[in-house]
């Protein structure tokens, strides 16, 4: 192993508390083409049970590790060809643990366009520069005299040009610039200001329009907020910093002067001329290279922020409760142009659809639940998922009505998400998964998968379009799409995926496939018929060794010839399942069916052969819960009946929603008026709150109460505290400039009697 591979391996394992070994065997599988997932699950012994984390950071590091040092190596070279690699330069290129602290070393040795101080020193204006700063007893004034030429008119040209010479020397100095950067990272305040005339267009920014704050303690939406309001034009945002010192000399500038060895008192015209050069350096120079470079290293802090808190509210989407494989209903809401209608089968396939047109101008109530009723009876209807558009509480108000005059089992109804299905009905898998199926219609789709079964449904769309992040559209898109890809493979593999059932998206996020073998892989089951075991994976084209060991795994077989296809167990396992099967006297399926007797084993009697205490643990679990699902049991919020818009909403009432957004100052929530209600962090619990996280998690159902509603500007304030927050609390706590997007407003459906739903319900079936 080379020292700098070592080097990176070091400075990871302190980063995310490992050893040396371990990182460098994460190393070794991920530089080998193994996929997190599968090293965070298959690979404990090797990796001293690093998880899926740990490896993922890992990851991200190595990258950047392995980018300075080819940058590093890329320096020196550089220098060293300019012939003025010296033995300290080299050390401390060498010793540069960050790319800003190597790009400031190499400032001074930097290939650079033709600049004003190259200019002067052809005017032969290096000598004047080089004599003033050798000897502070001479008159700068007087000196320049002596370097007058055609192109050097009169003193003030000479002393100017030696000026832009004497100031290149100070701003390329990397101690100078490391001082002051450190400086600026403590002392710094972000400012912001309204330009004149936008006050009224940006009126939604109005919390930014004379706000400063010091630079290290911004949170991350208040900075993409500001940034957001600098790119409409609506602010100017500057890096401030000894703004207010009374000094004479203000702290950076004495410092500019300290590395460039100049006395600030000022006690010749040499020195006095090389202060005036300093100020002129930190203005002209120095500041707006460092603003700039301020102003990118706090977006870029706000971005990975942002995109923590998006990461995680994408993955506990993912991993929200599926409802399970049955009949479902899927309706989206609609005024003028419908109701859509869409019944899919328990495995997501269209079997039935329909508009309705309940509402306004046709307001066919009658014929509408008529149509609702036939379908539910036709096709043993066992859920009904709304979308929470336009119209959602009317249509669920709708759906309420069919299903209490329903005889028998009724289905159990929920409001969905609908972020993104658009998206999803408009794309061209959708096209190919419902080919001459109008547009709309697979919105409806959509809206029921997603109640069926969120993964499968939301892997299908951009996870940007579904909507939990804060500021999504401002980040650096790269960065997000590698970061949420990640997520969405994670949530996929911790699940598994069952191979005779799953669609070619969902099958391109299994370790180990990608989109071309996941299409080879339905391909090769439409061709043949289901897999009757894992092994005859290999039997697709182009899908190798090194990808079923990838994949194998994450992929379940429910009634194939291979008991342990249904499990997590891996393939390259099955001979220790077996073995551990065999020590309580039975086989696969009746340990399966009950897993008692593998209470009484001793793990570490099956310990060998390549697989360590980790792995014969994990086996042993599985054996005792087969193909186990790692999230929640199902369960929906229940909207209050006649709160249907924000005006409806009172202080002090207590409702149930559901969580549709965790950001670092609080939880949005919906609570069925079309406008998502905000549960301030200081409000989240009776206790102290430092990351929303530690209580609430995208889809969670929770208790609020109303504390205030601002119905012109559609703002809720809601709490989950016992007690209710006093006024000073109120007016205490932080709001996002920009509010969450807002739901359509929605048309109130017309009113109708119970007893002539009763009646349309009663003629619906009678026909049936």
Same mark, same amino acid.
């Given at each position: 192993?080379?020292?700098?591979?070592?080097?990176?391996?070091?400075?990871?394992?302190?980063?995310?508390?490992?050893?040396?070994?371990?990182? #460098?065997?994460?190393?070794?599988?991920?530089?080998?083409?193994?996929?997190?997932?599968?090293?965070?699950?298959?690979? $404990?012994?090797?990796?001293?049970?690093?998880?899926d984390a740990q490896l993922r950071t890992l990851e991200t590091r190595l990258a950047y590790l392995r980018d300075l040092e080819a940058r590093r190596a890329a320096v020196l070279k550089s220098v060293r060809e300019q012939g003025k690699l010296t033995g300290e330069i080299e050390r401390a290129i060498r010793g540069a643990a960050t790319r800003v602290a190597l790009e400031d070393l190499y400032l001074p040795f930097r290939p650079k366009r033709r600049n004003r101080a190259d200019a002067a020193r052809e005017r032969g204006l290096g000598p004047l520069a080089e004599r003033i700063l050798k000897d502070r007893s001479v008159d700068p004034a007087t000196l320049a005299a002596g370097f007058l030429n055609t192109d050097v008119p009169?003193?003030?040209?000479?002393?100017?040009?030696?000026?832009?010479?004497?100031?290149?020397?100070?701003?390329?100095? !990397?101690?100078?610039?490391?001082?002051?950067?450190?400086?600026? =990272?403590?002392?710094?305040?972000?400012?912001?200001?309204?330009?004149?005339?936008?006050?009224?267009?940006?009126?939604?920014?109005?919390?930014?329009?004379?706000? &400063?704050? $010091?630079?290290?303690?911004?949170?991350?939406?208040?900075?993409?907020?500001?940034?957001?309001?600098?790119?409409?034009?609506?602010?100017?945002?500057?890096?401030? =910093?000894?703004?207010?010192? !009374?000094?004479?000399?203000?702290?950076?500038?004495?410092?500019? @002067?300290?590395?460039?060895?100049?006395?600030t008192a000022a006690s010749s015209p040499a020195d006095a001329w090389l202060m005036g050069v300093a100020r002129w350096a930190w203005r002209q120079k120095l500041k707006p290279s460092l603003t700039t470079e301020m102003m990118g290293t706090l977006k870029e802090g706000a971005d990975g922020e942002a995109i923590r808190v998006f990461s995680r509210n994408l993955k506990d989407l993912l991993l929200a409760a599926p409802a399970g494989a049955k009949a479902t209903m899927g309706?989206?809401?609609?005024?003028?142009?419908?109701? +859509?209608?869409?019944?899919?089968?328990?495995?997501?396939?269209?079997?039935?659809?329909? %508009?309705?047109?309940?509402?306004?101008?046709?307001?066919?109530?009658?014929?509408?639940?008529?149509?609702?009723?036939?379908?539910?009876?036709?096709?043993?209807?066992?859920?009904?998922?709304?979308?929470?558009?336009?119209?959602?509480?009317?249509?669920?108000?709708?759906?309420? *009505?069919?299903?209490?005059?329903?005889?028998?089992?009724?289905?159990?109804?929920?409001?969905?998400?609908?972020?993104?299905?658009?998206?999803?009905?408009?794309?061209?898998?959708?096209?190919?998964?419902?080919?001459?199926?109008?547009?709309?219609?697979?919105?409806?789709?959509?809206?029921?998968?997603?109640?069926?079964?969120?993964?499968?449904?939301?892997?299908?769309?951009?996870?940007?379009?579904?909507?939990?992040?804060?500021?999504?559209?401002?980040?650096?898109?790269?960065?997000?799409?590698?970061?949420?890809?990640?997520?969405?493979?994670?949530?996929?593999?911790?699940?598994?995926?069952?191979?005779?059932?799953?669609?070619?998206?969902?099958?391109?996020?299994?370790?180990?496939?990608?989109?071309?073998?996941?299409?080879?892989?339905?391909?090769?089951?439409?061709?043949?018929?289901?897999?009757?075991?894992? /092994?005859?994976?290999?039997?697709?084209?182009?899908?190798?060794?090194?990808?079923?060991?990838?994949? #194998?795994?994450?992929?379940?077989?429910?009634?194939?010839?291979?008991?342990?296809?249904?499990?997590?167990?891996?393939?390259? @396992?099955?001979?220790?399942?077996?073995?551990?099967?065999?020590?309580?006297?039975?086989?696969?399926?009746?340990?399966?069916?009950?897993?008692?007797?593998?209470?009484?084993?001793?793990?570490?009697?099956?310990?060998?052969?390549?697989?360590?205490?980790?792995? =014969?643990?994990?086996?042993?679990?599985?054996?005792?819960?087969?193909? /186990?699902?790692?999230?929640?049991?199902?369960?929906?919020?229940?909207? &209050?009946?006649? =709160?249907?818009?924000? %005006?409806?909403?009172? !202080?002090?009432?207590?409702?149930?929603?559901?969580?549709?957004?965790?950001?670092?100052?609080? #939880?949005?929530?919906?609570?069925?008026?079309?406008?998502?209600?905000?549960?301030?962090?200081?409000?989240?619990?009776?206790?102290?709150? $430092?990351?929303?996280? *530690?209580?609430?998690?995208?889809?969670?159902?929770?208790?609020?109460?109303?504390?205030?509603?601002?119905?012109?500007?559609?703002?809720?304030?809601?709490?989950?505290?016992?007690?209710?927050?006093?006024?000073?609390?109120?007016?205490?706590?932080?709001?996002?400039?920009?509010?969450? !997007?807002? +739901?359509?407003?929605?048309?109130? @459906?017309?009113?109708?009697?119970?007893?002539?739903?009763?009646?349309?319900?009663?003629?619906?079936? +009678?026909? $049936?």
């Open positions: 192993m080379s020292n700098t591979q070592s080097t990176i391996e070091t400075v990871i394992a302190g980063e995310i508390g490992a050893r040396g070994p371990q990182v #460098a065997a994460a190393v070794a599988l991920l530089d080998g083409g193994a996929t997190v997932p599968f090293i965070a699950r298959y690979r $404990k012994e090797a990796t001293g049970g690093l998880d009169d003193a003030k040209a000479a002393l100017e040009g030696a000026r832009d010479i004497v100031a290149e020397g100070m701003a390329e100095n !990397p101690a100078l610039v490391g001082e002051i950067r450190r400086h600026l =990272v403590a002392k710094a305040q972000v400012r912001a200001r309204v330009v004149p005339g936008k006050e009224e267009a940006g009126a939604k920014f109005s919390d930014y329009f004379d706000h &400063a704050e $010091k630079w290290a303690g911004a949170p991350s939406h208040r900075v993409l907020a500001l940034l957001r309001a600098e790119k409409e034009g609506v602010v100017t945002l500057d890096v401030e =910093v000894d703004a207010d010192d !009374p000094a004479s000399v203000k702290p950076v500038e004495a410092m500019v @002067a300290r590395h460039s060895d100049v006395k309706l989206d809401p609609g005024v003028r142009t419908g109701v +859509k209608v869409a019944v899919v089968d328990a495995t997501g396939r269209l079997i039935d659809q329909a %508009t309705v047109y309940p509402f306004q101008p046709k307001n066919d109530v009658a014929g509408a639940m008529a149509k609702l009723a036939q379908l539910i009876g036709r096709h043993d209807v066992e859920l009904v998922a709304i979308g929470n558009g336009t119209a959602s509480r009317e249509t669920e108000a709708l759906a309420a *009505e069919v299903i209490k005059a329903l005889p028998g089992r009724k289905p159990v109804k929920a409001v969905v998400s609908e972020a993104g299905a658009s998206v999803y009905s408009a794309s061209e898998l959708a096209s190919k998964e419902m080919p001459g199926v109008d547009v709309s219609i697979r919105g409806a789709v959509s809206i029921a998968r997603r109640l069926q079964d969120p993964l499968s449904e939301l892997i299908k769309v951009d996870p940007k379009a579904i909507g939990v992040g804060q500021y999504q559209h401002d980040v650096d898109q790269g960065r997000l799409s590698k970061a949420l890809d990640a997520v969405v493979e994670d949530a996929v593999n911790a699940v598994g995926v069952d191979l005779n059932m799953a669609s070619a998206a969902l099958l391109s996020r299994v370790a180990g496939l990608g989109p071309s073998l996941a299409e080879a892989i339905v391909a090769h089951r439409d061709a043949v018929g289901p897999f009757k075991t894992r /092994r005859k994976l290999l039997d697709v084209p182009r899908l190798g060794p090194k990808a079923f060991e990838q994949c #194998a795994g994450f992929l379940r077989i429910s009634g194939g010839t291979e008991p342990l296809d249904a499990s997590a167990v891996h393939p390259e @396992a099955y001979p220790v399942a077996r073995r551990i099967v065999a020590a309580v006297g039975k086989d696969v399926p009746a340990v399966m069916r009950d897993p008692a007797a593998l209470k009484s084993l001793d793990p570490q009697k099956f310990v060998g052969d390549g697989f360590g205490l980790p792995t =014969v643990k994990d086996i042993i679990a599985e054996l005792e819960k087969p193909g /186990r699902d790692p999230r929640p049991a199902f369960r929906t919020a229940a909207f &209050a009946e006649g =709160v249907n818009a924000i %005006t409806d909403l009172k !202080p002090g009432m207590s409702l149930e929603g559901t969580v549709t957004n965790v950001a670092a100052f609080g #939880a949005f929530v919906d609570i069925g008026v079309h406008q998502d209600g905000l549960v301030h962090v200081s409000q989240l619990a009776d206790r102290f709150v $430092k990351d929303p996280a *530690e209580v609430v998690k995208a889809g969670q159902v929770v208790q609020v109460r109303v504390v205030e509603v601002d119905v012109k500007r559609k703002r809720i304030s809601l709490t989950m505290r016992r007690e209710m927050p006093d006024a000073a609390e109120r007016k205490g706590g932080e709001r996002p400039a920009v509010r969450a !997007p807002d +739901k359509p407003a929605p048309a109130k @459906a017309p009113p109708a009697s119970q007893g002539a739903f009763g009646a349309v319900l009663s003629a619906a079936f +009678k026909r $049936k």
